[in-house]
């Protein structure tokens, strides 16, 4: 909910998508749900059967509005059961809390343990050393906390999980014309280049990277089909209008997006 009310910036997609693309994992689809059951159900049961992997992020703590876990219980078919792997987890993590000279009561403790020992019905928990907390998976569905930082240590092992390929191959182009003049050498280049992906992005009002007002991003799994597109769409554009022809699929933020975003987070 925090998230489609505007009360905090949604920093979590952009960073998943970007470190397992990193790892050559595609991610293919993106949604933003609020903390409502049957939203989480409809979208698990949807997307499951379709996806290798599906990741929900946030939800899964031991408050009222953490739905997450229940709602991909629904979405797969499965009951929701009490984990008696998480619940000796649990209580080690508490006893940890108590040592440490948290101030709850050991009844507040006992009661987060409960809540978050209900999971839905075959749920696993892969464990990594070093990490705190263990990546949970029920089937393909992955399971990671909200919190960035914590989210960001699941993700990683996540990676892993999954299996690592190899990373995207990435080059960028700047033009110094509007993407109309060069939209007609592009569509030829995507069709003709069907190993790699052609995205172009135009920039209206203010130019944060070089000048360029448009970039075109080539992506493919291979150097060798990157380079040819490259010089395919380098031969066919404006030589002239060219600012920079450069590895790297990154791109520039301009001052109006950069204070929309300081916006969006403060």
């Known amino acids: 909910d925090e998230v489609l009310s505007a009360r905090v910036a949604d920093i979590n997609t952009q960073h998943a998508c970007g470190e ?51 709602g991909v219980a629904e979405g797969l078919g499965v009951r929701m059961s009490h984990s008696v792997a998480m619940e000796h987890f649990m209580h080690r993590l508490k006893k ?8 709850r009561g050991v009844s507040d403790l006992r009661c987060s343990t409960q809540r978050m020992c209900l999971m839905p019905e075959g749920t696993e928990l892969l ?21 960035p930082q914590f989210m960001r ?23 110094s014309v509007d993407e109309t003049t060069i939209a007609e050498a592009l569509a030829g280049i995507a069709e003709e280049f069907v190993k790699t992906s052609v995205g172009c992005y135009p920039y209206y009002e203010d130019y944060p990277e070089r000048g360029a007002r448009t970039i075109v991003v080539i992506e493919g799994m291979s150097q060798q089909d990157v380079d040819e597109c490259c010089a395919a769409l380098l031969g066919r554009t404006p030589k002239t209008s060219v600012l920079f022809s450069e590895p790297g699929g990154n791109l520039p933020t301009s001052p109006s997006m950069r204070q929309g975003l300081r916006s969006a987070s403060a």
């Open 20 to 70: 397992l693309r990193k790892l050559g994992i595609v991610p293919r689809k993106a949604v933003i749900l609020p903390d409502e059951l049957g939203a989480i159900a409809r979208t698990v049961s949807e997307m499951a059967p379709l996806y290798t992997a599906v990741i929900t992020m946030g939800g899964i703590g031991p408050t009222h509005d953490d739905v997450t876990m229940r």
């Open 96 to 103: 940890e809390v108590i040592d440490d000279g948290d101030k």
């Open 127 to 147: 464990m990594e050393e070093g990490k705190e907390y263990p990546l949970l998976r029920c089937k393909n569905v992955y399971m990671l906390p909200g919190v």
């Open 153 to 175: 240590q699941q993700l990683t092992h996540l990676g892993r999980v999954l299996g690592c390929h190899a990373p995207f191959v990435t080059h960028r182009v700047g033009y």
